[in-house]
């Protein structure tokens, strides 16, 4: 692609179920592979990226609270989770070639690096694409969550969040056939309208941070790369 990027550094959030493919848990090979790859293809383009990745592939903490178990031990075993698929996602990044590293919000040293802003700066000086681990490192938050702190802190110029769906609707367009897509809608209306394209924590903390959120479908080989090219199919959610 010759078109410069829109985006000159991104955090990019994928959930732990993009993970998963049609098997329906945990990590699928060729789609681990398939992220992998966008990952590696956006970056060629120039752009800085961290990434922020969920864990619902494996494990959410609201899923054990549900059952009556204490939400704090299910949270850190959903954000267990999330370190899973970053240790999988930075082993399939740097088998495509790619330096990478996993920076993570648990302390969980023998095996990982815990996130400091000292050390991302290392990694982003080095050129790695830095994967952020258990989300903001605390119970009672989502990786959505941690990917607006995490983005706040790598200073982006915006989060890229890859979804099932092509933007944001007035409603879950696979289940309300009326669903109105927008193609640009700003943070306070997502708060107000009520829409569950991310949660209303990190939504504000982008707002407040004036941080855009690009909603796009990974559906699609190549999906990140063409959104950072200006020629995809989303939604921004911005200050105007
Ligand atoms: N989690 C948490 N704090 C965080 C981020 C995540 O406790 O800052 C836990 C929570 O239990 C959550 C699970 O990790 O359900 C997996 O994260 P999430 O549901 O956001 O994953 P995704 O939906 O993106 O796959």
């Not at 681990?32 to 990226?49: H, P």
């Not at 590293?101 to 050390?119: E, K, T, W, Y």
């Not at 290392?122 to 790695?128: F, K, L, P, R, T």
Request: glycine share 12%.
């Amino acid at each position: 692609m010759s078109n410069a990027p829109i985006y000159k550094r991104i955090l990019y959030k994928v959930s732990g179920e993009a993970l998963m493919g049609k098997q329906g848990f945990g990590i699928h090979p060729e789609t681990l592979a398939q992220v992998a790859m966008d990952i590696i293809e956006a970056k060629s383009l120039g752009v800085e990226i961290g990434v922020v990745i969920g864990g619902g592939n494996i494990f959410r903490g609201v899923s054990l609270a549900a059952k009556g178990a204490d939400r704090v031990t299910g949270d850190h075993m959903g954000m267990l989770a999330t370190v899973m698929n970053a240790l999988a996602l930075r082993m399939e990044l740097e088998k495509q070639g790619a330096s990478a590293a996993v920076l993570s919000g648990l302390d969980i040293p023998a095996v990982c690096q815990p996130f400091s802003q000292r050390v991302l700066d290392a990694h982003q000086e080095n050129g790695d694409i830095v994967i952020f681990a258990a989300g903001t490192g605390s119970p009672y938050f989502t990786t959505d969550t941690g990917a607006a702190l995490r983005a706040a802190e790598f200073g982006v110029d915006a989060i890229l969040k890859g979804t099932q769906v092509d933007g944001v609707y007035s409603a879950d367009p696979k289940k309300d056939k009326n669903a109105v897509r927008y193609d640009q809608i700003t943070h306070l209306e997502v708060l107000e309208k009520g829409l569950g394209i991310m949660d209303a924590a990190a939504i504000s903390l982008a707002r407040d941070n004036n941080i855009p959120v690009v909603v796009f479908s990974i559906a699609e080989k190549g999906g990140l790369a063409k959104v950072l090219s200006g020629k995809g199919r989303s939604t921004t959610i911005s200050g105007q």
